[in-house]
Structures are given as C-alpha cells and as structure tokens.
C-alpha cells in the first residue's frame, strides 16, 4: 500500500503537487513548532527576561522580603546587614526585610539549589557569579538586571529612587563586569576583595634575603627553603621553634587558577572548554610537591588556618584574601590564638606572587600578543542577585532593597570592618572613606594598619584584577583545580610517589569526581548545559519522526512520478 493510500490520498498528479506543498509547509511549521518547544524545555518554561517593571511601586500594599547573607564570626558584619535593614524599612515601611545569616557561602549555595525546585528561593542572595550561573538553569530563577539599571523611575539612581543611590558608571566597571552572564547582567557586587601575600618581613631578614618590589614565586620557594634549616636539637634556626612551615596557600583553588593566568596557560573559557588538566598544570603541580617533600608548604586544608601559624610566628608567608586581614599579625584585632603564643614582629602585605623576568616584573600579558608587564591578581568578593518572584511589585522591592546595600553608608561601614573595598567610585571617593584610609596605625581596631595596607592594595591594583569565565559546571572546576594542589600535597606527606604518572592518573580522578567530564571534554570540550529534560527528548523523536514521515512521502511521489 502506498503512502498516498494510507493517508488517503488521491494519485491525481495536480493534487498531489498540491498536498506536496501543503505538506512541507506542515512540515517546516512543526518543524518550528518543535524546535521552540525544544528550546523552552532546555531552558525552562519561559525566559527569565520576562520579567517586566512596573510603571510605578505599589506603596499601598505591604511587602516581605528574606535576605540571605554571609558573615564569619565578625559581629560588627552582622549589625551593618541589621542597621542596613533597619535604616531601608524607615525609608520604606511598607517592606519588611527578613535576614538570614550564613557562615558560608557554600551553604547558601546548597539552599538556594534546594529551594528552586519548591520555588522557595529568597528575595536577595549574598553570592558569587559561578553560583549564579548554575541557578540560572532553572526556569525564571534570577531576574536579569540590565532595564532595572537605567529605568528612569526605579533603576540605579531612578528618579523615584528614596536614597542616595549610586549611578551605574558609579560602580567599579571592573567589578560589575563580573556579574555578566551571556549577554545580561545578573547581579551586582556588594564587597570585594583579593588575595594578598602577608609576610614575616622580620624572618625574611633574618634569614638574609631583603624583600623585593615584586614578590616572585622563585623568591617564595627560595625562602622557603632556607627556612627549613634546623639547629642540632631538631628546631628550626629562624624561629627556635619545633613547628614551622614556611609557606601556606589558603584557598588552592586560587593558588592554580592565579599561577595558570599569570603563565598565560589555559584554564577555561566563557564556553565551558576547559584546560585546566595540562602539562603547565602538571609541571606546577610537580614543583608544588617538590616544595612539599622538604617542608616548604602546606595548605589551610592539610595544616590549619595561616594566620595562626604567622602570629605564633611558625609561617613566614601566608596567603588569604585582603578580607582575612583583621586576623593577620603581630597586633591583628581577630586573633584566634592565645596571647602567650603570639611572637612580635613586622608585617608586611603583598599582592600575590608573580612570575617575573630577569628584570624581577611580572611578565602577565594583558591579553594575547600584548606588550607590557602586568600584575595577575584574582577579583572575588560577595555580590548580591534578585531572585524572580511572580509578583512584580515584590520584585521591585527587592530591587529596591539590594540597590539600598550600595550606598554609601552600607559601603563604607562595611567596607571598614575587614580588608574589603566599596564597590563604588561614590564611596571610595567620598570624604569619609578618605579619612578612613588616611589614619592606618591609630589604633588596632578600625585603623589597624594591616587592614588597611591590604585595602590599599586592591585599590591601587583594581585594574590589574580577574575572574574565571562563568558556566554552568564552573563552580565544579573551580573546586577540582584546588582539589589538585591538595592531593599532591597530602600525597607526598603519605610518602607517596608523586611523578607525571601520578598526576595523569589523579586527573582522571578528579574529573570523574567533579563530573567534570559530564559537563565538558576535560581538556578542548564545550559544557553542556546538562542531561535533557523528558519533554526535551520526546520533542526531539516527534521532530524526527515528522522528517521520516516527510521523507517517505516524497520518495513514493518520486516513485508514482516515474510510473
């Protein structure tokens, strides 16, 4: 039976040009309709950027939002985000701000995956763009910001705006780039800061060595080493002391991210390709544990947090963020130690070990084929995201509550308490904020000079800072690159063989247990955006079926023709 019978057709040769037509318009109509219902599915019901802004906010009406924060044990932290809130809701009574705090940023990150599915996510989130990234993958999660930034009546500085809002050319273009995601923006930045290198200045000299201008990673290893001479009695010569590691990486997944950008090796891209598991890595990853084997380095995760062995004088270098400087030093306000433990001695703040030339520069390129030197110093620091709700006016005064943290007077008092910096011209400009600077060394509190040192050091550096490429997956990579350096450490610490062999195997390790082969090709793949939903791959077969079905049709008609 032929194709035209079963679809009851005539063999009519005008008419069947005729349904021939018909058909493959059908045809390219289902085709359409399938490929946009394939999309959806892939990308959830609708897109995010549905989100419109209402003519004007509702003050009739009241409003409660939750606000999802991080703070360590700084109390002081604490009561800018209540003062914060409090100070809004007298400007607005109408919204009520209910805050949540966190003592990590990895369990709010847990929580709002949780809640996306039960569509209990907060109203504004504490954050960082590779988590972001990852929440966009469900169905209207975030609100993109891109209008909500230049409405006339609500955006940054909006003419209905009740506080002195900044403007958006008042952030840092440094720092807002960051929250750009494919081709919108979905956050902005609250804090940020970097990492810097603090340094028993007073061993250094001891030691025999004079601290350079720029800090390379050859003069670290260098010092180090020397470091580990120890007197007759098994004490080490520089401390008179039983512990010391001279060398401790806080967060490793910045120590190779850093180490590969600043060697202009590959770590990943904006689309997921991934080059994180190479032979630069590998040559880095085989110093690392040379230095390891002699007692040179450790890490927070293997040995403890650096800044207690700096304090107690039992490390010569320590590597944190500009944030963890309250807790860095002979007199730091934070110390977690006991008094008797800590030993005098000066501290001195760097930007983080470079790879220089023979002329002792940083040789980071500014991009590929670039003339010049530059330092490569990592941006981070908390930045906040509105989450879509299906009430407009909610979202708008959740807007209007994340655009309040970036006034002055939440910048500044904030920005105060640790070794962040305000993420507006506006406020690092601003009088007060000058003055803040200006007094480093009059107390060991809001003035202490390390803090303050540190602080300095990102803003007289902002434009040499960068960030990794964002995808869904990125937040995987990031965790994988520092789970390398701990690996080989606590490997040679277990006496274990570490050679190529060793690495090649330890990638495969790694990526199996990130995933990292499911959302790339671990080495010159692109990320997918995950597994298909159900709706996705059943589209697709009717898709298929429809062309087989097309197919078959045009070849009968081919047939009839010819008899």
């Known amino acids: 039976m032929s194709i035209m019978k079963v679809f009851g057709l005539s063999s009519d040769s005008g008419k069947r040009r005729t349904v021939l037509k018909k058909s493959a318009r059908l045809g390219a109509a289902c085709l359409v309709m399938a490929a946009g219902l394939v999309l959806s599915a892939c990308h959830g019901s609708k897109d995010s950027s549905e989100f419109k802004i209402p003519e ?31 100070d809004f809701e007298k400007i607005y009574p109408n919204i009520k701000v209910n805050l949540r705090l ?4 990895g369990k709010i990150y847990n929580d709002v995956i949780t809640n996306i599915s039960t569509d209990t996510t907060p109203n504004v989130c504490i954050t960082y763009p590779d988590h972001i990234a990852t929440y966009l993958t469900g169905a209207d999660t975030v609100v993109p910001l891109d209008d909500l930034f230049i409405d006339k009546n609500y955006g ?22 960051e929250l750009k995601i494919g081709e919108h923006y ?39 080493e020397k470091a580990t001479e120890k007197n007759e009695d098994g004490t080490f010569k520089v401390n008179g002391q039983k512990v010391l590691i001279p060398f401790i990486y806080k967060s490793t997944d910045n120590m190779m991210i850093q180490m590969l950008k600043q060697q202009g090796a590959k770590y990943s891209d904006a689309l997921g390709d991934i080059g994180l598991f190479s032979d630069v890595t590998k040559g880095d990853l085989l110093n690392i544990a040379e230095h390891t084997k002699s007692g040179a380095f450790s890490t927070f995760k293997i040995s403890g947090y650096p800044a207690n062995f700096l304090n ?18 002979s007199n730091a306000p934070l110390c977690d130690i006991a008094e008797d433990k800590i030993v005098d001695f000066e501290t001195a703040v760097y930007p983080i070990p470079q790879f220089v030339d023979n002329k002792g520069n940083a040789i980071t390129k500014e991009a590929e084929g670039a003339e010049g030197y530059r330092f490569a110093m990592i941006s981070q620091g908390p930045s906040m995201c509105v989450f879509n709700k299906k009430d407009p006016q ?17 910048q ?50 902002q434009q040499y800072t960068f960030v990794t490429s964002v995808f869904n997956g990125s937040t995987s990579l990031r965790d994988a690159s520092g789970q ?80």
């Not at 932290?77 to 003062?83: A, D, H, N, P, V």
């Open 56 to 86: 004007s906010f509702d003050e009739s009406r009241n409003y409660e939002i939750t606000f999802w924060a991080k703070n360590d044990t700084n109390i002081n932290q604490s009561r800018i985000y209540e003062k914060a809130i409090t």
């Open 102 to 105: 966190y003592t990590d940023y």
């Open 156 to 177: 940054l500085s909006g003419d209905m705006v009740k506080f002195d809002a900044p403007t958006k050319d008042e952030i840092i273009p440094e720092f807002l780039s």
């Open 186 to 224: 979905y956050g902005i930045p609250y804090m940020r800061s970097t990492e810097a290198l603090y340094v028993n200045k007073t061993y250094v000299e001891k030691l025999g060595f004079a601290m350079p201008e720029t800090i390379s990673w050859d003069f670290i290893w260098e010092v180090s």
């Open 312 to 329: 107690a004088g039992q490390c010569i270098f320590a590597v944190d963020s500009t944030a963890g400087a309250t807790w860095m030093g």
């Open 394 to 410: 909610e979202v708008l005064a959740s807007w209007l509550f994340a655009q309040y943290m970036l006034t002055n007077d939440v």
């Open 412 to 461: 500044i008092a904030y920005a105060e308490t640790e070794g962040y910096v305000p993420v507006t011209a506006k406020a690092q400009q601003s009088a007060e904020y000058q003055d803040y600077l200006s007094r480093a060394g009059e107390d060991n509190s809001t003035y202490y000079d390390v803090k303050i040192k540190a602080t300095k050091l990102l803003l007289e550096n």
């Open 484 to 563: 390398l350096i701990e690996n080989v450490t606590k490997a040679v610490r277990r006496k274990t063989k570490v050679d190529e062999e060793f690495i090649d195997n330890m990638y495969t390790d790694v990526i199996s247990l990130y995933r990292l082969d499911q959302t790339s090709a671990a080495g010159n793949g692109k990320a997918e955006l995950g597994e298909l939903p159900k709706e996705s791959v059943w589209l697709i077969k009717a898709l298929v079926a429809i062309w087989v079905f097309m197919g078959m049709y045009l070849i009968s008609q081919n047939k009839n023709n010819k008899q």
